[in-house]
C-alpha cells in the first residue's frame, strides 16, 4: 500500500502537481490518466523518489519512503520513466542484467541469470539478445527497458507509459504479463497509460489526473464514465459495453468543417 | 560475447605496456653511469604510471557522471589554474621563494589550490548548469581564458628572469622529479585508485543517468560528490608533481571507447590507464631521441590531442 499526503511539486509560479493525496491499492493494477501536462510524470517520479516534492509525504507501508535506504528500497519499487536516452555501447543482455543490481551488486549468480532469462523472454528479446541497444527499433528498446524493470523483481512496479512505441500486439502481451504478474505474483503495478481502452480493460483501479490535481480516483467502473471523461479531456466520448469491456468511443461522427478549411489555407498558402 | 575480446585486448596493452616501459629503460643504457642513468630512467617510468593512472582515471569518471566523451577536468579550465598558481607565486613572492624553489612546499600548494578550485567549480556548476554539457564546456572554456589571461597580465609585469624559471613550470615534464613527491603521490593515486576499484560496479549503473542508478539503489548525489572529490585530488596531485598536459585524458579515454566498445568500466578504467602510460613513453622518447630535449613532452601530446580534440567536436556537431 502506498499512501500520498498532500503532495505538491511547483516549477516558477507553476503547481504542476496540487496538493494530491491518494492510496494506491496493493496487488492491483492502478493506472493513472489524464491529459498532456497534467502532472502524471512528475507525480510518479516523486512517488519513486526520483525528484524531491516540495511538499507533503509518500508513505509505502507506512513509512516515509525518503527515510528507507536507497539500496533497501531499489528491492522494493522499481520505475521505469517515459523516455530513455542512452548513449552508451551496450547490448540488450547486459541492460537487462543492471535490473538485478540491487540484488548482485554487479555480480550475477546462478538465480539472477534465470531470472534474466525469463525477463528476456517475457518479453520476447531472445533473439536480440546481444545486440548493442542502438541497433534495435523504437518499440524493441522500449521492451528491453520493460523486461529490466521486470528483473529488478519488486513488489511495486510503476511503469511511465509502457506502451510508447508498441504496436498492438506487443501492447496486448505486456498488459496481460502485468495481469500475470499482479495475479500470481502479488506484484503492485502502477502505470501511466493514454489509451484509455488498456486502461479500462487492464487495470482495477483509475486515477484521473487533471491540471496537477487528482479529478476522480476509484474503482475503474467507477472512472469510466461519459460525463467524467468528458469532463477531463474536454471532448466527446460515448462508451460502449463490447464484450463486457466499457469502451470508449471518442472519434467525430461528421467530419469537422473546420478541418477542411485549414488545409484549403494550408495549400493556398 | 565481447568480454572474451576485450580481456585480450587488455593482455595485448598490458603486454606493449611493459615491452616498451622495458625497452626505454633498457635503450642505450650507458654502463659507465648505471647506477645514475637507471634508476633515473625506472624513477621516469614509475611517475608515468602514476600520472597516467591519474588522468585516466579521473577523466572516466567524470565524462562517466557528466555523461559526454569532449570533456575533462583539464579543459574545464584546472591547468589554467595550475599555471595561474605558479605565476601569481613569481609575481607576489618572487622566484627564490621556497613556495618556488621548495619542490615540496611547491607540490603542497599547487595541490591545494587546485582542489580547492575543482571542488568550487564542480559543486556550484553541475548545480547551476544542470549538468548540461555545452554550457559547462563554455563555462569551462571562460574560466580558463580567465586565468590564462590573468597569468599573462603577470607574466608580463615580472622580470625575464623571473618569466624564465617559471616556464619551466608550465610544460609537463619528467625530468628530475623529486623521489620523495613521486612516492607521496603514488601513495594518494593509489589509495583513490583503491577506492574507486572497490566501487567500480556503482560506476556503470551511473553510466546509465541519474534516475536509473536512483532506481536501481545507488545513493546518487553523495556518490557523485564523492567521485568528484576523487577526480579533484586525481588530477591536482598529477598535475602538481608533473605539470599539465591538458589533452592526455581525452586522447587516452577516447581511444579506450573506440577499442572496447563497451560501458563497462573494469575494461574502460584499466584499458585508459595502459593507453596513458604508452602514450607517455611514447611522448617521452620522442622528446629524448628525436628531438634531443628541445620539445616538451606535453607540446606532443597536446598537439596530437588536440587534433583529436576537434576532429571529436566536428564529429559531434554533425550528429
Ligand atoms: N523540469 C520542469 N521544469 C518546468 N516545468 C516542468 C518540468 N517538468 C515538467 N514540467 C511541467 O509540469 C507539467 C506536468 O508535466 P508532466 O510531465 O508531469 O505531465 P504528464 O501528465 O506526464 O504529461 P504527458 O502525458 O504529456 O506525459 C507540464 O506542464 C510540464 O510542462
Ligand atoms: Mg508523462
Known amino acids: 500500500m502506498i499512501d500520498l499526503k498532500g503532495i505538491s511539486k511547483i516549477y516558477g509560479q507553476k503547481k504542476v502537481v496540487n496538493d494530491v493525496s491518494v492510496s494506491i491499492a496493493k496487488g492491483k493494477v492502478t493506472s493513472f490518466i489524464g491529459p498532456n501536462g497534467a502532472g502524471k510524470s512528475t507525480l510518479l517520479s516523486m512517488i519513486t523518489r526520483l525528484l524531491d516534492q516540495d511538499s507533503g509525504e509518500v508513505l509505502l ?62 518479453m520476447e528479446l531472445e533473439e536480440f539478445e ?30 511511465d507509459e509502457p506502451l510508447n512505441n508498441l504496436d498492438m500486439k506487443h501492447s496486448v502481451q505486456i498488459m496481460q504479463i502485468l495481469r500475470r504478474l499482479v495475479r500470481e505474483r502479488n506484484k503492485t503495478i502502477i502505470i501511466v497509460i493514454h489509451d484509455i481502452n488498456f486502461a479500462s480493460c487492464y487495470s482495477d483501479n483509475i486515477v484521473a489526473m487533471k491540471d496537477g490535481k487528482v479529478a476522480i480516483s476509484g474503482k475503474k467502473d467507477d472512472v469510466i464514465k461519459k460525463e467524467i471523461l468528458e469532463d477531463i479531456y474536454e471532448m ?8 463486457g469491456q466499457q469502451i470508449c468511443v471518442y472519434f467525430d461522427e461528421h467530419e469537422d468543417a473546420s478541418v477542411d478549411d485549414f488545409i484549403e489555407d494550408q495549400v493556398r498558402a | ?39 633515473s630512467r625506472v624513477n621516469r617510468v614509475v611517475t608515468m604510471l602514476i600520472v597516467g593512472i591519474a588522468i585516466a582515471v579521473s577523466t572516466v569518471i567524470f565524462q562517466t557522471i557528466t555523461k559526454n566523451r569532449i570533456l575533462t577536468p583539464s579543459i574545464m579550465g584546472l591547468d589554467s589554474v595550475y599555471l595561474f598558481i605558479q605565476t601569481i607565486i613569481v609575481f607576489i613572492v618572487g622566484t627564490s621563494s621556497p613556495l618556488l624553489t621548495n619542490d615540496f612546499v611547491n607540490y603542497l600548494v599547487s595541490m591545494l589550490g587546485l582542489v580547492v578550485f575543482t571542488v568550487l567549480v564542480f559543486k556550484y556548476l553541475f548545480r547551476l548548469t544542470g549538468n548540461h554539457v555545452f554550457l559547462l564546456l563554455l563555462i569551462g572554456i571562460i574560466l580558463g581564458t580567465f586565468f590564462n ?4 597580465f603577470m607574466q608580463m609585469l615580472i622580470n625575464p628572469d623571473d618569466f624564465l624559471i617559471l616556464q619551466n613550470s608550465m610544460f609537463a615534464s619528467f625530468n628530475a622529479i623529486n623521489d620523495s613527491l613521486i612516492w607521496i603521490t603514488g601513495a594518494i593515486v593509489l589509495l583513490m585508485l583503491i577506492i574507486v576499484l572497490r566501487d567500480f560496479h556503482s560506476l556503470d549503473v ?14 546518487y548525489d553523495r556518490k557523485v560528490s564523492q567521485l568528484l572529490l576523487i577526480i579533484a585530488v586525481l588530477v591536482s596531485v598529477s598535475t602538481a608533481l608533473v605539470g599539465p598536459i591538458m589533452f592526455l585524458g581525452l586522447l587516452v579515454v577516447n581511444l579506450a571507447h573506440e577499442m572496447f566498445k563497451t560501458f563497462k568500466h573494469r575494461y574502460l578504467l584499466l584499458g585508459s590507464t595502459l593507453i596513458a602510460v604508452i602514450t607517455l613513453l611514447l611522448g617521452q622518447m620522442l622528446t629524448q631521441y628525436v628531438f634531443n630535449q628541445a620539445v616538451e613532452i606535453s607540446v606532443i601530446i597536446n598537439l596530437v590531442g588536440g587534433v583529436y580534440f576537434i576532429i571529436l567536436m566536428l564529429k559531434e556537431s554533425r550528429r
Open chain 1, 130 to 159: 546481444d545486440r548493442y541497444i542502438d541497433e534495435l527499433s523504437g518499440g524493441q528498446r522500449q521492451r528491453v527497458y520493460i523486461a529490466m524493470t521486470i528483473a529488478q523483481d519488486t513488489e511495486y512496479i510503476f511503469l
Open chain 2, 1 to 39: 560475447m565481447h568480454n572474451g575480446k576485450n580481456n585480450r585486448l587488455l593482455l595485448i596493452l598490458t603486454i606493449a605496456t611493459l615491452a616498451i616501459a622495458g625497452f626505454y629503460i633498457l635503450y642505450q643504457l650507458n654502463f659507465d653511469i648505471l647506477f645514475y642513468q637507471l634508476p
Open chain 2, 206 to 219: 551511473i553510466a546509465l543517468g541519474r534516475d536509473h542508478a536512483i532506481n536501481l539503489g545507488i545513493n
Open chain 2, 149 to 152: 589571461s590573468l597569468s599573462t
Open chain 1, 61 to 122: 507501508e507506512g513509512k516515509n519512503i525518503l527515510q528507507a535506504p536507497s539500496d533497501a528500497l531499489a528491492k522494493k519499487i522499481a520505475i521505469l520513466k517515459q523516455s530513455n536516452h542512452m548513449d552508451l555501447k551496450i547490448t540488450v543482455r547486459e541492460l537487462i542484467s543492471f535490473g538485478r543490481f540491487p540484488y548482485s551488486k554487479g555480480r550475477l549468480n546462478e538465480r539472477d541469470h534465470e531470472i534474466i532469462d525469463e525477463a528476456i523472454s517475457y
Open chain 1, 236 to 243: 466527446d466520448i460515448n462508451i460502449e459495453c463490447i464484450y
